[in-house]
């Protein structure tokens, strides 16, 4: 009879403890933890654009080429740094089965003329290795390709997070370099 008692008391706990979790009540904060800092390391249930305060980094070039030679292949690292407030899942959210890619985060280039002109958008592209909080920084390899025409140009890195915006459009600052191109 003890036995059946436990069982019966058991059960009850268990159900009232699914009841509770798919009720979705949760405690506003975790002790020791603000609702902000909890709000920015929520996860999302599907893959998702940032908002538009997520845009904020701080992107800087490890020992950039100064001189490359025309349609020389290059890889360069970059260092990012998330300096806004809410959490860069690298792939839009914890899990993102998508096959298109979108949501993710990634670092990619482009090169311009010395007058400031587009030569080209569309040369490198490396994802984010790992999700990023406010604060916390990564290193990532960047494969590039210098112009095919002699010159001086302009090497700029900036973060995307695809098919939704580069960073740059929403405000926050790229890494420029100077490089000139010979033959």
């Not at 798919?22 to 893959?47: E, F, L, R």
């Not at 970059?78 to 914890?94: D, F, L, Q, T, Y």
């Amino acid at each position: 009879m003890t036995t059946n008692r436990n069982i019966t008391l058991l059960m009850a706990v268990v159900i009232v403890s699914f009841a509770f979790a798919c009720s979705g009540n949760k405690p506003s904060t975790t002790p020791g933890q603000s609702a902000q800092s909890q709000k920015t390391q929520a996860q999302p249930n599907a893959p998702a654009a940032l908002p538009n305060t997520a845009f904020k980094a701080e992107i800087s070039l490890v020992n950039p080429p100064a001189k490359l030679r025309a349609g020389q292949k290059e890889t360069v690292r970059v260092k990012i740094k998330n300096a806004s407030n809410e959490m860069w899942w690298a792939r839009g959210a914890p899990v993102n089965t998508r096959p298109d890619n979108r949501f993710y985060i990634a670092t990619g280039d482009r090169w311009l003329k010395a007058d400031g002109s587009l030569v080209t958008d569309m040369d490198g592209r490396y994802g984010l290795g790992k999700d990023l909080r406010p604060g916390e920084e990564t290193e990532v390899p960047l494969g590039i390709t210098a112009p095919k025409d002699p010159g001086e140009y302009t090497l700029e890195v900036d973060l995307v997070q695809e098919q939704v915006a580069w960073f740059r459009e929403k405000g926050s600052p790229t890494a420029k370099v100077k490089v000139t191109v010979t033959k």
